[in-house]
């Protein structure tokens, strides 16, 4: 089993910047994949970012050059830098661990753009 603890969701404004971090305990030797999704009431969970091997990432069309995916693999911990903030980024944020067997969620954090 893969744990994951979030942390770093809040309230920013519009502009602003946020830095959500992702701390993995239990199996990590079992991911290939680490990422993070987001989700608004009413709609599906949607892909924002993943990161392979500690380098290789990819990122959701509405985040390309303002979201960063990047992972510290001393701490076994994924970071997501968000700058240049726009209210429509505002949903729960969750973490994912990908294995073979199956995906592992964290508990999510809120954040919220609003002036």
């Known amino acids: 089993q893969v744990q994951l603890v979030e942390s770093g969701g809040g309230l920013v404004q519009p502009g602003g910047s946020l830095r959500l971090s992702c701390a993995a305990s239990g199996s990590i030797f079992s991911i290939n994949v680490m990422g993070w999704y987001r989700q608004t009431p009413g709609k599906q969970r949607e892909l924002v970012a993943t990161?392979?091997?500690?380098?290789?990432?990819s990122y959701a069309e509405s985040v390309k050059g303002r979201f960063t995916i990047s992972s510290d693999n001393v701490k076994n911990t994924v970071h997501l830098q968000m700058n240049s903030l726009k209210p429509e980024d505002t949903a729960v944020y969750y973490c994912?661990?990908?294995?073979?067997?199956?995906?592992?969620w964290g508990q999510g954090t809120q954040v919220t753009v609003s002036s």
């Open positions: 990161i392979t091997g500690g380098t290789h990432t």
């Open positions: 994912v661990a990908m294995t073979v067997m199956t995906n592992h």
